[in-house]
């Protein structure tokens, strides 16, 4: 498909180029809007504005529909067009990607928008961008359609066919009172199959599932991904003033994860910079405060330093000792968070037990596999035992600490993604050491000096 597109491109490309505009809209209109909003953004400053000359305002808001904000700047994009044609566009689109369109805006431009469109847009969109970020205010759009409840089946398709067009999405039709209160909804299918004489009243659900505009988006986004909800309809003291669709919730879903995945790797992988420089100082300060915790590991090193001057050996396995301790704990954090982002609800002593019993097995296979390879390897039974039980330790408390690190900040109400993979493995570092060395002090102390 993408070979397609790229060679459909360079024909438009060509149509634009030698102005030939009935061939250039007849074959942009063949493609789907997403494909024409990568298409549009890939072209250079020149041939948008021969793009732009070419299509009505209405037209580009469909293109812009698709764009999304991460990947381009959109000052640059409404800088091409004029003011009022920019502001026209903009009011076509849909209230929550105009939104998150004019929300990166400075004051000045978002005044002189505003001004230039009619003022039923520019009020939507007003009281739109007085939610906060990542709430189900910022996220809803107020294209939905609602009926009153004293409709008939057949009533009702006349009004959704006249409102189909500016909304949405028109899967879920929703039902008001006299007074405006959102008392059902009915879903597009159940309009087709119930008979035209049925009064809505009497077919619609209204076993409601509703969120405030406060509430957190990756609360919404469970809510529905639970019900497999296709739109959700944001309610204030029981009426209906916008409604989320899931393309949104596709959108908050991707953002949620690339956050945790940037605090689990300790790097910003949501906010890429291309400047080395600006990127090298965003990765710096979780290294730097790795650093001062490593040296935490190489203090205790240091202290053992006649320990490993007395059986040089030890020094071999530090590194094993530590790496397989720093997994063990790194994967005992992501199931603790993923757990917590999912809202499992566990007991502290049975979650205790339960990280106790998974480390005390892996620790004890882990201790058996490396007593077997250094018993054939070096031929000494004591240090394998040693390294082994070591080993066997290590991977328990790492797996322990990795549990219960993310489930103690998430009671203090720190984000628990912040015990990043970095600061479990730096932290397993420390005490697998201190294990180590200890486990293998008393071995030599009572066993392997006598």
Do not use: C
């Not at 479990?424 to 200890?438: E, H, K, P």
């Amino acid at each position: 498909m993408r070979d397609e597109l790229s060679e459909q491109a360079r024909y438009l490309v060509h149509y634009i180029e030698n102005n030939d505009k009935d061939a250039f809209l007849d074959s942009f209109d063949e493609l789907h809007t997403f494909d024409q909003a990568i298409f549009y953004v890939s072209l250079t400053t020149q041939l948008r504005r021969q793009i732009i000359d070419w299509l009505k305002p209405v037209e580009l808001a469909d293109i812009f529909d698709e764009i999304d904000p991460e990947d381009v700047d959109f000052n640059d994009l409404l800088s091409e067009m004029s003011p009022h044609y920019a502001a026209e566009m903009l009011a076509e689109m849909y209230t929550d990607n105009a939104v998150d369109l004019m929300s990166d805006l400075d004051t000045k431009q978002l005044a002189m928008y505003l001004s230039l469109m009619p003022k039923d847009s520019a009020e939507e969109i007003k009281r739109l961008l007085k939610y906060e970020d990542d709430t189900a205010g910022s996220l809803m759009s107020t294209e939905f359609i609602a009926i009153n409840q004293r409709l008939t089946i057949s009533q009702a398709m006349v009004e959704v066919k006249k409102a189909a067009q500016e909304a949405e999405q028109i899967n879920y039709i929703y039902i008001l009172d006299d007074d405006g209160v959102l008392v059902g909804v009915i879903s597009l299918k159940s309009l087709i199959v119930w008979p035209d004489a049925a009064m809505i009243s009497e077919v619609m659900d209204t076993n409601l599932i509703t969120v405030g505009p406060a509430d957190d988006q990756e609360e919404v986004a469970k809510i529905m991904a639970d019900y497999n909800f296709v739109a959700i309809p944001v309610v204030v003291k029981e009426k209906m003033i916008g409604m989320i669709t899931v393309d949104d919730i596709v959108d908050v879903i991707d953002e949620e994860a690339a956050e945790d995945y940037s605090r689990l790797a300790g790097v910003d992988v949501v906010n890429i910079e291309d400047n080395p420089i600006k990127s090298a100082v965003k990765r710096l300060p979780w290294l730097i405060g790795l650093i001062f915790l490593g040296m935490g590991t190489a203090s205790v090193i240091d202290g053992y330093n006649y320990l490993v001057a007395e059986t040089s050996v030890l020094a071999v396995f530090i590194s094993l000792i530590t790496g397989t301790a720093g997994n063990a704990g790194t994967q005992s954090l992501a199931v603790a968070v993923r757990r917590i982002a999912l809202q499992e609800k566990q007991s502290t002593l049975k979650s205790l037990l339960f990280e106790i019993l998974i480390g005390a097995l892996i620790g004890v296979l882990a201790g058996v596999t490396i007593f077997l390879v250094i018993l054939v390897w070096k031929n000494n039974l004591l240090l394998g035992i040693a390294v082994g039980l070591a080993m066997g330790v290590a991977i328990l408390v790492a797996n322990v600490a990795g549990a219960f690190i993310p489930l103690i900040m998430d009671k203090i109400g720190v984000d628990p993604a912040v015990a990043s993979g970095p600061f479990i493995s730096t932290l397993s570092d420390l005490t697998s050491v201190v294990v180590y060395f200890n486990v293998a002090k008393i071995f030599i102390d009572h066993f392997m000096m006598h």
